[in-house]
């Protein structure tokens, strides 16, 4: 029998609503209150797209705001790792009526798919999308071998 994750979704939320009843009556009977806590998901920031080509693996992550001097690019063993910051500064003079984007501090460890040649690794900018581009370690790169006739 199948169930779609609405159903899922739904029973869960009954679960922590009936908890919440529980912990209210419990509460209220001169027991210690329980607050409960709402925990969120951990979303990884930023989101990074990954693929392969034949010569290359190219990771793609989206920066928005960030220049080139917010972001740092490492490749470390078998590892892509991307570091930056995203400030949230405040002109001189100018007084914060809202403020929806928050400043963050990010780093990103990426597992690569393959062995990498780091020296030819590329990271550009453009758009509010970093891309780098890994070679793919020559010794990994498919080989044709001639056939000859003895």
Same mark, same amino acid.
């Given at each position: 029998?199948?169930?779609?994750?609405?159903?899922?979704?739904?029973?869960?939320?009954?679960? /922590? #609503?009936?908890?919440?009843?529980?912990?209210?009556?419990? &509460?209220?009977? &001169? &027991?210690?209150?329980?607050?409960?806590?709402?925990?969120?998901?951990?979303?990884?920031?930023?989101?990074?797209?990954?693929?392969?080509?034949?010569?290359?693996?190219?990771?793609?992550?989206?920066?928005?705001?960030?220049?080139? &001097?917010?972001? #740092?690019?490492?490749?470390?063993?078998?590892?892509? *790792?991307?570091?930056?910051?995203?400030?949230?500064? *405040?002109?001189?003079?100018?007084?914060?009526?809202?403020?929806?984007?928050?400043?963050?501090?990010?780093?990103?460890?990426?597992?690569?798919?393959?062995?990498?040649?780091?020296?030819?690794?590329?990271?550009?900018?453009? /758009?509010?999308?970093?891309?780098?581009?890994? $070679?793919?370690?020559?010794?990994?790169? $498919?080989?044709?071998?001639?056939?000859?006739?003895?």
């Amino acid at each position: 029998m199948m169930y779609s994750w609405r159903e899922f979704d739904q029973t869960f939320r009954a679960l /922590d #609503s009936l908890q919440r009843r529980i912990d209210g009556a419990m &509460g209220g009977w &001169g &027991g210690p209150a329980v607050v409960p806590v709402r925990r969120t998901a951990r979303v990884a920031w930023p989101h990074v797209n990954a693929f392969e080509t034949k010569e290359a693996f190219v990771y793609k992550a989206f920066v928005p705001g960030l220049g080139e &001097g917010d972001v #740092s690019v490492y490749v470390e063993e078998e590892t892509l *790792v991307l570091r930056g910051e995203r400030k949230n500064d *405040v002109p001189d003079g100018y007084q914060v009526h809202v403020r929806e984007r928050t400043p963050v501090a990010f780093t990103r460890k990426l597992a690569l798919a393959g062995r990498v040649d780091a020296e030819g690794v590329v990271a550009t900018m453009k /758009d509010g999308i970093l891309t780098v581009t890994l $070679p793919k370690a020559k010794d990994t790169l $498919p080989r044709q071998i001639a056939v000859k006739a003895l």
